[in-house]
Nanobody, 117 residues
Framework: VQLQASGGGLVEPGSSLRLSCVAS????????IGWFRQAPGRAREGISC??????????FYTNSVKGRFTISRDKAQNTVYLQMNSLKPEDTAVYFC?????????WGQGTLVTVSS
């Protein structure tokens, strides 16, 4: 079981990035998948999550990213994306994806997002 996060980089304020979290060893449709971030000197923060796919599917965004970030799932690619628009300097952090289900939690390695002019 593995999660591979990618897509980070250095961008200017107001730009967009799309992070990808590719899963192997399990189906992203069967697990809750989400993103955390950790800025220098700060605690890890949960920013978005999509529940496992069923009739009661829900999506969560923390207030600081609501309206700017969009989480989505592509079962064919077994990947969860985080589309990040209107990026701000305070979005600078290492972003981690995670999966939770069936009593197991899995974490991917982080991908660094730096928003700076």
């Amino acid at each position: 079981v593995q999660l591979q996060a990618s897509g980070g980089g250095l961008v200017e304020p107001g730009s967009s990035l799309r992070l990808s979290c590719v899963a192997s060893g399990f189906s992203v449709g069967h697990y809750a998948i989400g993103w955390f971030r950790q800025a220098p000197g700060r605690a890890r923060e949960g920013i978005s999550c999509i529940s496992q796919e069923n009739d009661d599917q829900f999506i969560f965004y923390t207030n600081s990213v609501k309206g700017r970030f969009t989480i989505s799932r592509d079962k064919a690619q077994n990947t969860v994306y985080l589309q990040m628009n209107s990026l701000k300097p305070e979005d600078t952090a290492v972003y981690f994806c995670f999966a939770s289900g069936f009593g197991n939690d899995y974490w991917g390695q982080g991908t660094l997002v730096t928003v700076s002019s």
